[in-house]
């Protein structure tokens, strides 16, 4: 199947009072480019986020956008410096023996002590968060793949159609070449007949100016590679797979033998059927863009 390089994905995963968001979108580009945006606590997953898409992308200008959301608790919890609160209360005593002070100490008041509570991030299960993670980038990255699909396949309809065309022209100009050589030859027997007026002509003379003529306007060889390209083309566009490159390369080759037929051209017909397919095969290049 044809990939479009156009795409969008979207998945909710939740879990309990966790929930994460992912959405995926996409445009035409060379190669693959991935830009991820997510909360700094997810960054440690972008590595593993990448090789994940690489499974359903090649190719394309990907925005990621994730959101995560966890309001079963506080991410944030307090410490208690058991050590430090008795080096406290031993120098706190001997303070109050040396000079005679009374020692008034209060927890409230130790607890206000540097160090003695912290606030600390509590520590994450990464396994299991990026199980919910890859969760939803995969169920993302599906739905982007099943638009990109769907496009695809709109794309690739649109291309066999424009072969056909393409064909038609071929058609014409192969069946064509040949009648305006004999209508060359006519034409150069009746100029020559009227310059010699009852002389004789020479038919070996007339034969050498109208081969030499043929080799001029003789397109067989360009022809034969435009089927050729055209049949390639469409043989790739039904297996499918990653073939935006190779399409895009068989554009060219066939752009580059019209181009040859259209200099060769010595006849109006035929000069109006190879702009014509010069202008179809520029349609299916500018498609042809689209393709993953």
């Not at 034409?187 to 038919?203: A, F, S």
């Amino acid at each position: 199947m044809i990939k479009s390089m156009t795409g969008f994905g979207r998945c909710e995963a939740a879990e309990g009072e966790r929930k994460i968001t992912v959405e995926m979108k996409s445009v035409n580009h060379r190669y693959l480019d991935v830009n991820i945006k997510m909360p700094k606590k997810l960054n440690f997953f972008e590595a593993a986020i990448r090789s994940e898409l690489k499974n359903y992308i090649q190719r394309g200008k990907v925005d990621i956008f994730i959101s995560y959301e966890d309001l079963s608790e506080s991410n944030m919890c307090v410490k208690y410096n058991k050590d430090l609160a008795a080096e406290y209360i031993r120098y706190l005593s001997q303070m109050a023996e040396e000079f005679a002070l009374d020692n008034d100490i209060r927890v409230s008041t130790l607890s206000r002590y540097p160090e003695v509570l912290t606030m600390e991030e509590q520590t994450v299960d990464e396994e299991e968060l990026w199980l919910f993670l890859e969760k939803a980038v995969k169920g993302a990255a599906e739905a982007f793949v099943e638009t990109r699909v769907k496009e695809g396949e709109n794309i690739r309809q649109d291309l066999v159609a424009k072969l056909d065309d393409m064909m038609t022209h071929v058609d014409f100009i192969e069946a064509r070449s040949p009648q305006i050589i004999a209508e060359y030859k006519q034409k150069l027997r009746d100029k020559v007949r009227e310059l010699l007026e009852d002389t004789q002509i020479e038919e070996s003379r007339l034969l050498t100016e109208v081969t030499l003529f043929a080799d001029k306007v003789c397109v067989d060889e360009e022809l034969v590679r435009l089927r050729s390209h055209i049949a390639t083309t469409r043989e790739n566009l039904i297996q499918g797979g990653s073939v935006g490159r190779k399409l895009d390369f068989l554009a060219q080759e066939m752009n580059r033998e019209a181009n040859t037929i259209l200099s060769k051209a010595n006849d109006l017909e035929i000069s109006n059927r190879a702009i014509e397919l010069k202008t179809e095969i520029e349609k299916v290049r500018e498609q042809i863009q689209n393709i993953e």
